[in-house]
């Protein structure tokens, strides 16, 4: 039965079909083979799936990231960082890392950060001198913070895969997300520096007030929707609900970036996006089902703990394993196949399951940069008019940063869980 559903899965990856559809058509045919069950389990067990109060949160991060993307609030969050790091040598190679840092705890999705951040800083940056193919860099794999700065869609999917709780997956992934943004702005600064690019500005203060109180009611939203799940006052899903409505009376009332004529255009991308998404979720769901039937988690770890049982040839198989997946397949979808298979071994090997979701979630978020479906490397390529193939050249070293931080997060278990501790005590 597990040959059949591989097989058809890969069988059809090959020839092209979506990976959702793929999911469906492997899952149908391994029961069909194996016959003792109806066919009609597989609908049944995909609309148990996403009947989950905390999937929810993920539709609406969803709006609310089409309604950052589409407004000011990128281009106010940009002005804000410039005025805090543009006077280090690459300023605004440094403000790109620190306004997706920042946008990752706004909009949840990696890609809305990607458009938010690079449409406003790619032509600025090309502007002031820096290379094309280095601000189209900088700004892809800057973007991959947002898969581990709280709210993260995938942060939302880990939890609901394994019943961890998404509040303290949330504090786990921030030092972490702050690790990854170090790791980037200290190899732009070396490129920088070497390079001549990003003559530094003096600071000024008046600049930083002006862009301060322009951004300000933005850099409300994470301390109320992390305060206010940290605290205990609302669940993930409120949290949701409240950058919703948050996001339409900056966007609508505000700012007043975009007529009301625009929220039918916002809506229909945002349902596209819902809909394959919790789709995707659904036969995925499925999928990990079967596997756990078959119990194919439960032998792989007995296997495991008898011929590898070292935790560190462990994480350094698990990092490997998320590196090829994420060449092709979006880290979400790779998320979504492998945790049922690599959670239960993690378990069973004495991981702290905060632990291990987030080196998870960092080695698979690598995915967004790394052909051919990096698709935040898609995005820039575009909106900075440099083939992918002149990009590959100038990703490597900011490749190679993103690597060394994801080996500290599997190795110093402390990056994770301080954050988590220090709200919790335990």
């Known amino acids: 039965m597990i040959t059949v559903l591989v097989v058809t899965f890969f069988a059809a990856l090959i020839v092209s079909v979506p990976v959702v559809f793929a999911l469906a058509l492997a899952c149908a045919a391994a029961l069909l083979w194996q016959g003792r069950l109806p066919g009609t389990i597989v609908p049944q067990q995909i609309v148990a799936a996403i009947d989950s109060a905390p999937l929810l949160a993920i539709p609406l991060f969803i709006v609310f990231g089409e309604m950052v993307s589409r407004g000011s609030i990128g281009p106010r969050l940009v002005a804000l960082c410039e005025a805090l790091v543009g006077w280090i040598r690459g300023g605004l190679a440094h403000a790109n890392v620190l306004a997706s840092i920042f946008f990752g705890g706004i909009s949840g999705a990696a890609t809305a950060d990607t458009v938010a ?35 993260s869609i995938d942060l939302i999917i880990f939890a609901w895969l394994t019943g961890t709780p998404v509040d303290r997956l949330f504090a786990a992934g921030i030092v972490p997300g702050v690790l990854i943004g170090i790791a980037l702005m200290v190899i732009s600064y070396i490129i920088c520096r070497r390079n001549g690019y ?120 698990v990092i490997l394993v998320s590196l090829i997946a994420g060449c092709f397949l979006t880290p979400a979808t790779a998320l979504i196949i492998l945790t049922p298979i690599l959670y239960p071994i993690a378990m069973a090997m004495g991981f702290d399951a905060l632990h291990f979701g987030i080196m998870l979630l960092s080695a698979l978020a690598l995915g967004h940069v790394t052909p051919p479906v990096g698709l935040t490397l898609f995005i820039v390529s575009g909106l900075s008019g440099v083939p992918i193939d002149k990009l590959m050249r100038p990703l490597f070293p900011f490749l190679l940063a993103l690597l060394i931080a994801v080996l500290i997060i599997a190795y110093v278990p402390q990056v994770t869980l301080t954050v988590p501790h220090l709200i919790w005590g335990s």
């Open 117 to 151: 951040v690079g449409s406003v800083m790619i032509p600025e940056m090309k502007r002031r001198g820096y290379p094309a193919a280095f601000s189209a860099i900088v700004t892809c794999t800057s973007s991959v913070i947002g898969n581990l700065i709280p709210p």
């Open 198 to 317: 990003g003559e530094p500005v003096p600071f000024s203060f008046p600049s930083l007030t002006r862009s301060l109180f322009k951004a300000g009611p933005t850099m409300l939203l994470p301390l109320i929707i992390l305060g206010g799940i940290f605290t205990g006052m609302f669940t993930v899903t409120e949290s949701a609900a409240i950058a919703f409505v948050y996001g339409l009376l900056l966007t609508f009332g505000v700012y007043r970036d975009l007529p009301l004529k625009a929220i039918v255009p916002l809506l229909r991308d945002s349902v596209i996006a819902i809909g394959s998404i919790m789709f995707l979720l659904a036969t995925a769901k499925v999928f990990g089902w079967i596997l756990t039937v078959e119990r194919v988690p439960q032998n792989l770890a007995a296997f495991l703990l008898t011929y590898l049982p070292s935790k560190e040839l462990f994480a350094v198989n």
